[in-house]
């Protein structure tokens, strides 16, 4: 039985690591978008990033989040965070729903030593036409 253990990793790494290198389990390991989706991914985006709504009893979140989820969109090369609403393509609403905070592992004196985080959020993208016309792209729970 240790002889299999000390085997298996091996076998794994070279089964799934062969397939994530060549690009994944895919027959065909390029993917060509069709044009209508390649002219959608070249135009680049504003998008404005509404402050959330927290629903929750930690005011400090709403700044957080905003930080991060602006942040990880700036690395994204069709997408440019505004501060104007006004001349944004889209629009980033969301709502805190849950968080807590619990201690995982304590030491010897009984100080926390680790946190256990719990979040929940809700968020909606709306795309904001040039005529002032509304549409949902996405909604989430």
Request: hydrophobic share 40%; with cysteine.
């Amino acid at each position: 039985m240790q002889k299999f253990w000390r085997v298996s990793p091996f076998f794994a790494f070279a089964l799934f690591g062969c397939a994530f290198a060549k690009g994944g389990w895919q027959k065909d390991a390029t993917f060509t978008p069709s044009a209508p989706y390649a002219a959608y991914r070249s135009i680049n985006r504003t998008v404005y990033i509404q402050n959330f709504e927290n629903r929750t009893l930690a005011p400090h979140l709403t700044g957080i989040l905003n930080e991060k989820i602006q942040t990880n969109l700036t690395r994204l090369r069709t997408l440019t965070v505004t501060d104007k609403k006004d001349a944004a393509d889209l629009i980033l609403y969301g709502k805190i729903l849950l968080y807590l905070e619990e201690p995982g592992v304590f030491d010897r004196s009984n100080t926390p030593l680790t946190y256990n985080l719990t979040a929940a959020a809700s968020f909606r993208l709306q795309t904001r036409e040039r005529t002032e016309k509304t549409v949902d792209l996405y909604e989430d729970h």
